[in-house]
């Protein structure tokens, strides 16, 4: 639309979209109001909505994401999370947050400690899976509802919000009313369904990529959570399987600026799934940080040797805490600010 169209004009324009049989998709930049049209080719008219007053021109987004696209929005989106009873943070443009916890919850002690560790190190959201993607049906697979319920009760005691993985579609609604964010893990970056389910609610998502998915696969799989109409997708780059055994994915620190160009949503690293290995995650989560990534998302444990899970990549409380004060630096360079972590009045 051009810059001066007033509502009732762009009100028209989104009652012809939808009259075609198309979605209409409303994007508020700084300079002008962008409205998608989306649905198959066939059935937008461009020359009928080029006519109609205040539109500017009607643009084909060539990538086949759309509402992913810089084209479509190209200012930054900043993603909120949390609210109500717990403090918003946001990721996204200069806003940086640091996701921390463990990599499965355990019990409600060893969740609380945790927390509490990570967040007087600079951790504004808490991370811990209740639910576990295990390569071994035999391994530890979460302690679900309970552990649900545990981190629910921590994150509103620290003032954290909680961001957890669902797995399944029929999670989805059972797990709506714990969460602040719904985590998609790598395996399931394209499971379509689950994506469009998290896509109907208004919680905030973290879609990592997937480690055979290129970045536009990864784009795609955003495109099915905001096409549900849910605008609130941060990305997470967990590396990919290449034939480097070394370590046990690579980050692929390139993904960072690729994805930036061509897509107007957040980005985060997660340096211990790539990592696999203690000792490699600092250097890497600082590398993210370098390549423009909007924060981290890290697992610690006081005690990786008796974690149930991902052990060997935890870091302990005090590294995190190091490595906290160097992505500051790190973020203040490319003039991004942590969150700050909020202290809780009933602690
Ligand atoms: C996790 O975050 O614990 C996890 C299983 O990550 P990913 O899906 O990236 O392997
Ligand atoms: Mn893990």
């Known amino acids: 639309?051009?810059?001066?169209?007033?509502?009732?004009?762009?009100d028209r324009?989104?009652?012809?979209?939808?009259?075609?049989?198309?979605?209409?998709?409303l994007s508020q930049g700084r300079f002008r109001t962008v409205i998608g049209a989306v649905g198959e080719e066939g059935l937008i008219d461009q020359n009928h909505l080029a006519s109609l007053d205040g539109v500017e021109k009607v643009v084909p987004i060539m990538k086949p994401y759309k509402l992913a696209s810089r084209e479509?929005?190209?200012d930054d989106t900043v993603v909120e999370i949390g609210g109500g009873s717990v403090p918003k943070v946001k990721i996204g443009a200069n806003?940086?947050?640091?996701?921390?916890?463990?990599?499965?919850?355990?019990?409600?002690?060893m969740l609380c400690r945790i927390a509490r560790e990570v967040r007087d190190g600079g951790a504004t959201i808490l991370r811990g899976g209740v639910y576990k993607p295990r390569t071994s049906p035999y391994s530890f697979q979460g302690l679900g509802i309970p552990a649900l319920q545990w981190m629910r009760e921590c994150g509103d005691e620290l003032g954290m919000?909680?961001?957890?993985?669902?797995?399944?579609?029929?999670?989805?609604?059972?797990?709506?009313?714990?969460?602040?964010?719904f985590q998609i893990g790598a395996r399931n970056m394209q499971n379509f369904d689950l994506l469009r389910e998290v896509g109907k609610t208004r919680k905030p998502v973290l879609l990592k990529r997937g480690f055979a998915a290129t970045v536009k696969d990864w784009l795609l799989s955003a495109e099915y959570v905001l096409s549900q109409g849910n605008r609130s997708v941060v990305l997470c780059e967990r590396g990919i399987k290449t034939f480097e055994d070394s370590v046990r994915y690579t980050l692929d620190i390139t993904s960072i600026p690729v994805a930036l160009g061509w897509t107007h949503l957040p980005i985060i690293v997660d340096p211990s799934h790539a990592a696999g290995k203690r000792d490699y995650v600092p250097a890497i989560a600082a590398a993210g940080m370098a390549a423009g990534a909007h924060g981290i998302i890290v697992e610690v444990h006081y005690c990786p040797s008796e974690a149930q899970c991902d052990?060997?990549?935890?870091?302990?409380?005090?590294?995190?805490?190091?490595?906290?004060?160097?992505?500051?630096?790190?973020?203040?360079?490319?003039?991004?600010?942590?969150?700050e972590s909020t202290e809780s009045v009933r602690t």
């Open 13 to 25: 324009v989104v009652s012809e979209i939808q009259r075609m049989g198309c979605q209409s998709h």
């Open 72 to 74: 479509f929005h190209e």
């Open 95 to 109: 806003h940086a947050a640091c996701i921390a916890g463990p990599c499965a919850v355990e019990s409600k002690e």
């Open 1 to 10: 639309m051009n810059s001066h169209a007033p509502q009732a004009a762009i």
């Open 311 to 339: 052990g060997a990549q935890a870091l302990l409380p005090e590294t995190f805490r190091e490595l906290m004060v160097q992505l500051h630096k790190i973020a203040a360079i490319f003039h991004k600010e942590f969150a």
């Open 161 to 181: 919000p909680v961001c957890i993985e669902v797995m399944d579609t029929r999670q989805v609604e059972p797990m709506e009313k714990y969460v602040d964010c």
